[in-house]
């Protein structure tokens, strides 16, 4: 069972910058998606930043396009979401989720979440 482990995260001050980041236990070779999900207290999920096995990205939340980056690195099986002119309404605990539908078996695994919180 593949594993997702987050890190990074914290607190930091409004237009500031945090990268969270999120490690396989293994190499993923077969096609996939990582997605970096949150949620804040009280809300829906949000965020749906995403890359894919060929390095492409897609941000379906237009707040966060500009200031947030995916990128991966696949020699040491991990995917990082650059935050920054961060803003108090990004306070939220922030999780990866693999989708690998041709893995076998199939993957759909969520880390464990990690806070960033956005405050003066």
């Known amino acids: 069972q593949v594993q997702l482990v987050g890190s990074g995260g914290g607190l930091v001050q409004p237009g500031g910058s945090l990268n969270v980041s999120c490690a396989t236990s293994?190499?993923?070779?077969?096609?996939?998606?990582m997605n970096w999900v949150r949620q804040a207290p009280g809300a829906q999920r949000d965020l749906g930043a995403r890359i894919d096995s060929f390095g492409r990205t897609n941000y379906s939340l237009d707040s966060v396009k500009g200031r947030f980056a995916i990128s991966k690195d696949d020699a040491k099986n991990s995917v990082t979401l650059q935050m920054s002119a961060l803003e108090v309404e990004d306070t939220a605990v922030y999780h990866c989720?693999?989708?690998?539908?041709?893995?076998?078996?199939?993957?759909?695994?969520w880390g464990q979440g990690t806070q960033v919180t956005v405050s003066s």
């Open positions: 293994e190499r993923i070779t077969a096609l996939y998606t």
């Open positions: 989720r693999l989708v690998c539908p041709g893995c076998y078996p199939s993957l759909d695994a």
